[in-house]
């Protein structure tokens, strides 16, 4: 977010392992350009993920949109096996 205050053009957002929504608190917080709502963001979970489980990945990535960030992306992804 350092950037973003600075004035710097943000690409985008990768997430992962997330289970509340700080992007829209710093948003609001540094008082950030309109522009940083058009910020691609990518959000993603493990299917079987304890901590950040998908259904609260899913509402973070509500929240986010619902924070006015237009372009979020949610996927969940199956277990990974090795």
Same mark, same amino acid.
């Given at each position: ?28 917080? $540094? &008082? ?7 910020? @691609? /963001? ?26 006015? $960030? &237009? ?7 199956? @277990? /990974?096996?090795?």
């Amino acid at each position: 977010m350092g950037h973003a205050i600075k004035g710097s053009r943000i690409a985008g957002l990768y997430l992962a392992g997330v289970n509340e929504n700080l992007l829209g608190e710093g948003y609001r917080r $540094f &008082r950030l350009r309109r522009d940083f709502l058009s910020t @691609k /963001v990518f959000i993603t979970s493990g299917q079987s993920d304890k901590i950040a489980t998908p259904a609260q990945t899913e509402r973070v990535a509500r929240s986010i949109r619902a924070n006015g $960030f &237009r372009q979020c992306d949610w996927r969940r992804f199956p @277990k /990974v096996t090795m």
